[in-house]
């Protein structure tokens, strides 16, 4: 039994419950989602997930949506303008200065 349940890691949680598949793939799914991703705009592995299908780029700061859990290669990314960033950037400096 023990070593059951060092393998399924965080799901450990559900005890006897739902089965040893269901359990199998929710952990699949828990460990891709917490590992760091390589941002789209940067190149960098500095991607973390902030909420499902929000993820940000620790690095460049940039916000973007892909996937619910993982990234994955190809992302269908709602792309944000590094211009338009900096104008951001500085209407928060302005108000915060005055």
Do not use: H
């Not at 006897?16 to 960098?44: Q, T």
């Not at 620790?58 to 990314?77: D, H, Q, S």
Request: glycine share 8%; hydrophobic share 35%; charged share 40%.
């Amino acid at each position: 039994m023990a070593t059951v349940e060092k393998k399924f890691g965080s799901v450990k949680r559900f005890g006897a419950r739902y089965g040893r598949r269901l359990k199998g793939k929710v952990s699949d799914i828990e460990k891709k989602s917490k590992r760091p991703g390589k941002c789209p705009f940067c190149k960098k592995v500095a991607v973390k997930r902030l909420a499902m299908g929000i993820w940000l780029c620790r690095k460049c700061g940039v916000k973007f949506t892909g996937n619910a859990y993982y990234l994955e290669e190809k992302i269908a990314a709602a792309k944000v303008d590094k211009e338009e960033k900096a104008v951001v950037f500085k209407s928060k400096k302005e108000s915060t200065e005055v």
